[in-house]
């Protein structure tokens, strides 16, 4: 645990990772804090970045996009200007709802939803293709979500 935060904002992160839509109240008393206090401090953590906002978890096939791809991306060249070059593209396309720089036999690794295999095949070949620096692609193509999005242990 960081020096910053103590065992109380630890017990709030905790229940906001639980439910980010909890009323102030019921995280008051679940975290036994006055709904004052709890307020000020669930406001500190987000005005120090330890909480970088809140949103809804969507059902990726209730809205078309079924399939789940992971794509490992090798660019022709490793310097800061091709990086670069990739990162600013890769941010303009929607479909793509990670990507990772790492280390090892890949440049990056990309988290992308789709709603078929023929739409997977268009993006495939339409975009990741033609980004910049693209020299190599491999697919993996998820069977089954085991974890998702679990939340952080500390």
């Known amino acids: 645990m960081p020096e910053s935060l ?3 904002d630890v017990r ?4 906001l990772q639980q439910d980010g839509r ?6 008051a008393e679940a975290a036994h804090l006055s709904p004052a206090t709890c307020h000020r401090r669930t406001q500190a953590l987000f005005e120090s970045g330890a909480v970088r906002g809140v949103r809804a978890i969507v059902d990726p096939p209730s ?3 079924s399939v789940l791809v992971i794509v490992g991306v090798v ?6 200007e091709s990086f670069g070059d990739f990162e600013r593209a ?4 929607d479909f793509v709802i990670d990507c990772h720089l790492v280390a090892g036999e890949f440049d990056y690794f990309l988290k992308i939803r789709a709603a078929d295999m023929p739409d997977f095949n268009r993006i495939h070949g ?3 293709l033609g980004l910049p620096g693209v020299r190599q692609t491999r ?9 998702d999005n679990a939340p952080l242990a500390f």
């Open 6 to 8: 103590d065992r109380t």
């Open 12 to 15: 709030l992160l905790r229940l």
């Open 22 to 27: 909890i009323s102030n109240a019921a995280l």
């Open 63 to 65: 809205v078309g996009r």
């Open 75 to 80: 660019l022709d060249r490793s310097t800061p």
């Open 90 to 93: 890769i941010t303009a396309l």
């Open 126 to 128: 339409t975009d990741l």
């Open 139 to 147: 697919t993996c193509f998820v069977m089954k979500e085991v974890v």
